[in-house]
């Protein structure tokens, strides 16, 4: 079973960079795919990017879209969120997840495609 562990969220102003980090642990560590979620208070949890651990492509929603990346760094088995925060709607609770299962790109956007889930880390935007 693998375990994943948020961290990196905090308060910070818009327009400011944030950086989350997701620390997988467990053996054996062997992803198809990962991906961050986020969900604000209210809304549907929303897909935020993804990418199949063993291809150079990645996928981004269209509110994060030019402005979140995802660097990993397969040693260390983390895999980041760079955010360029814009306003308030960038505001929610981060999520990593990953699957082991075979998963098309375009099938990790919907967050039912994984299986394993980190407990989240809380943003907070201020304008």
């Known amino acids: 079973q693998v375990q994943l562990v948020e961290s990196g969220g905090g308060l910070v102003q818009a327009g400011d960079s944030l950086r989350l980090s997701c620390a997988a642990s467990?053996?054996?560590?062997?992803?198809?795919?990962m991906g961050w979620f986020r969900q604000a208070p209210g809304k549907e949890r929303e897909f935020g990017a993804a990418?199949?651990?063993?291809?150079?492509?990645?996928d981004y929603g269209d509110p994060v879209k030019g402005r979140f990346t995802i660097p990993r760094d397969n040693a260390e088995q983390t895999v980041y969120l760079q955010m360029n925060t814009r306003n308030r709607e960038d505001a929610a609770v981060y999520y990593c997840?990953?699957?082991?299962?075979?998963?098309?790109?375009?099938?990790?956007?919907?967050?039912?495609?994984?299986?394993?889930w980190g407990q989240g880390t809380q943003v907070t935007v201020s304008s």
């Open positions: 467990g053996r054996p560590f062997n992803p198809y795919a």
């Open positions: 997840a990953t699957t082991i299962k075979p998963t098309p790109l375009s099938g990790t956007t919907d967050s039912r495609n994984f299986e394993s």
């Open positions: 990418f199949r651990w063993s291809g150079v492509r990645q």
